[in-house]
């Protein structure tokens, strides 16, 4: 496994960086247009005053913790994780591997409750966790979506909204659940000497292939995103707030206007585990995916082939994790 360098290095010179922080409270004209930049030059940003009630997370929180603090073999009950359940090390279907565990679900109620018996003894209470903050994410995901388009200046303000709001939408949720420091040992007894424990890849360089990215994690760090010009910078936790990535079928709905952002999560660096929760806003299977035509012109020509969600599914899991796959599309 490959470890990364805890600093950062620069390739060329650039700027002092803070990541974007939007403010989903403030009604102004221009927030359309602050979203946009953060999108442009990042893929990534904060958002704070999201309006989402502390006790809707609070309630997953508990329910995530509580599954990982099961037994392992009880929580195996709950896997393997391809296509959903739990997954320990093992990450997507060649060979990537990182340090930690997981729950991968599809949003749908019916998938979730059919699920939700081998991940609790609760399962109604497991099924109303998830389904509210599913529901709640996924509003703000389109808030921030119909407010990507305004920016952008296209017509049809849902045009991106509405595929991850139709009922077939194939979004995830996933349960990121990193050891802490301590935490290693109980899944690798072997006795190494040199074991070096911190800054393990919790999950490797890569980026998200749908269309939104809604994140919130516990108040320990691992985070790193990648800048345009391959500067990894750590992204600061925050409990309360949200951060939010834009995915491969945005950038090419985009025309690469948007950019999807590399991000990365390292392990260990806190005695604390490190627990995530991602929403992942995706088409419905069967919806075409192509560069918006107001993007489109002889100065900025169309980048991207048509392709379908579930063709872009595919090629996505015929891959690593760390590979460009949106690179297949591209018209040369
Ligand atoms: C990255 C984003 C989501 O976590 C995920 C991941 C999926 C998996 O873990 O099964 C993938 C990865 C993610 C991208 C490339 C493929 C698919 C592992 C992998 C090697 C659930 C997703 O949709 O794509």
């Not at 990507?148 to 045009?159: F, H, S, T």
């Not at 489109?296 to 872009?312: A, G, H, I, M």
């Amino acid at each position: 496994m490959v470890v990364p360098s805890p600093t950062p290095t620069r390739t060329k010179k650039t700027k002092a960086v803070g990541i974007p922080t939007i403010d989903l409270s403030l009604n102004m004209s221009t927030l359309s247009d602050q979203l946009v930049k953060a999108c442009e030059e990042f893929g990534f940003f904060k958002l704070i005053n999201h309006g989402v009630s502390k006790e809707i997370i609070q309630k997953l929180e508990e329910e995530g913790a509580g599954f990982f603090a099961k037994a392992t073999t009880e929580k195996q009950r709950a896997g393997p994780a391809s296509p959903f359940g739990y997954g320990c090390k093992n990450i997507g279907r060649n060979g990537d591997m990182g340090e930690l565990e997981y729950l991968l679900l599809h949003t749908s109620p019916l998938s979730i409750s059919e699920r939700s018996t081998a991940i609790s003894n609760d399962p109604t209470k497991f099924c109303c966790a998830v389904n509210n903050y599913v529901g709640a994410v996924k509003d703000i995901a389109c808030e921030i979506l119909d407010l990507v388009a305004e920016g952008l200046r296209i017509q049809d303000k849902c045009v991106f909204s509405r595929l991850i709001s139709d009922v077939q939408s194939d979004s995830l949720l996933r349960i990121n659940h990193y050891p802490g420091v301590n935490g290693i040992d109980d899944w690798d007894p072997s006795p190494k000497l040199h074991q070096c424990k911190s800054n393990r890849i919790g999950f490797g360089e890569h980026s998200d292939p749908q269309i939104l990215t809604i994140l919130r994690s516990n108040d320990v760090g691992g985070l790193q995103i990648a800048l345009q010009d391959g500067l990894w910078i750590p992204v600061p936790p925050d409990p309360n707030e949200f951060f939010v990535f834009v995915g491969d079928a945005l950038q090419a709905l985009t025309n690469g206007r948007l950019v999807s952002v590399r991000h990365r999560a390292l392990s260990n660096s806190s005695m604390k585990p490190r627990m995530s929760m991602m929403y992942f806003g995706a088409p419905p299977l069967n919806a075409w995916i192509s560069p918006l035509s107001e993007l489109v012109s002889p100065q900025k020509p169309n980048l991207y082939k048509p392709f379908t969600w579930e063709e872009y599914k595919k090629a996505a899991y015929s891959l690593r994790l760390g590979d460009t796959r949106l690179d297949l599309f591209k018209i040369c």
